[in-house]
């Protein structure tokens, strides 16, 4: 999550876990020809699950990305029920966790959900409580037909090939008057991405426009733009977006 930006430029972008990295032996022209961004991240992920816990403002991101969240939907930990999209290692679940009744995860990279249920597990958390691997672009009825009060999603949009497409199907599991909450790297200008990072990454991030216009095409409400207050150590500006599916 986050990252250095460098002083000089405004170009590095990136969630968290890829910083300092470079990876020549990943993407094509290297070995590996993946169909998508999804097999792209998946192979990435599946390599560096141990990022999420060293990097230095993941922990932070996740605090900052959950008290943001609480405080623009009203949560209950007798009734509401969860779905964080690309959950990685299960930072921001963790977050949630107390204040919620069910959290289930998806993501990507089979390797990051076992350690996400791993922590679940030390947390105590109740059998509600789980994370799948699974590609929902492909996979449609991973979940069968559950539907949440929440679907958020934390420092990953940048990752996708489809905004656009992941936004109608985190659309479809939310029950009538539910909240979808799309977090991300906070696009101001042109900010950029480095090309080492294009293998697994496809934007810099997302301006309220943006997110007005993805939440439209999934038929959803638009309600709320922000910034999330800074980290003072010093991490990428980020903002929450928030829809409604109506009642
Ligand atoms: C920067 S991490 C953020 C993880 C977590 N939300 C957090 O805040 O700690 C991005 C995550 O997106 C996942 N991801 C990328 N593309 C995905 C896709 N198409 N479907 C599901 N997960 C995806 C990656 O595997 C990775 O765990």
Redo the contacts with the bound molecule.
């Keep these: 999550?986050s990252d250095n930006t460098s002083t000089s430029t405004p170009a590095h972008s990136?969630?968290?876990?890829?910083h300092h990295h470079h990876h020549p032996g990943t993407g094509s022209g290297h070995g590996h020809n993946f169909a998508n961004?999804?097999e792209a991240?998946?192979h990435?992920?599946d390599q560096h699950v141990d990022d999420?816990d060293t990097f230095p403002h993941?922990k932070t991101?996740?605090q900052r990305?959950a008290l943001a969240m609480r405080e623009a939907v009203s949560l209950s930990k007798d009734s509401s029920t969860v779905l964080?999209?690309?959950?990685?290692?299960?930072?921001?679940c963790m977050e949630m966790l107390p204040h919620v009744k069910e959290i289930v995860g998806?993501?990507?990279?089979p390797v990051?959900v076992e350690r996400c249920n791993k922590k679940f597990k030390e947390a105590g958390a109740n059998e509600n409580c789980y994370a799948i691997a699974?590609?929902?672009?492909t996979d449609k009825d991973v979940l069968a037909d559950k539907k949440f009060d929440l679907v958020y999603?934390?420092?990953?949009y940048h990752?996708?090939?489809s905004p656009e497409e992941?936004t109608k199907l985190l659309g479809a599991f939310l029950k009538p008057g539910g909240s979808l909450i799309v977090?991300d790297n906070l696009q101001k200008g042109g900010e950029t991405i480095d090309q080492e990072h294009r293998l697994?990454i496809t934007r810099y991030g997302f301006n309220e426009e943006d997110t007005k216009g993805l939440f439209a095409s999934a038929g959803l409400e638009f309600a709320s733009y922000a910034q999330i207050p800074s980290d003072p150590e010093g991490d990428n500006d980020i903002f929450l977006a928030k829809a409604t599916k109506s009642t």
């Design positions: 999550m990136h969630g968290h876990g890829h961004m999804a991240n998946k990435h992920y999420f993941a991101r996740a990305s964080e999209f690309a959950c990685g290692t299960g930072l921001v998806i993501d990507i990279s990051v699974a590609n929902i672009s999603c934390a420092s990953a990752h996708f090939d992941i977090i697994y």
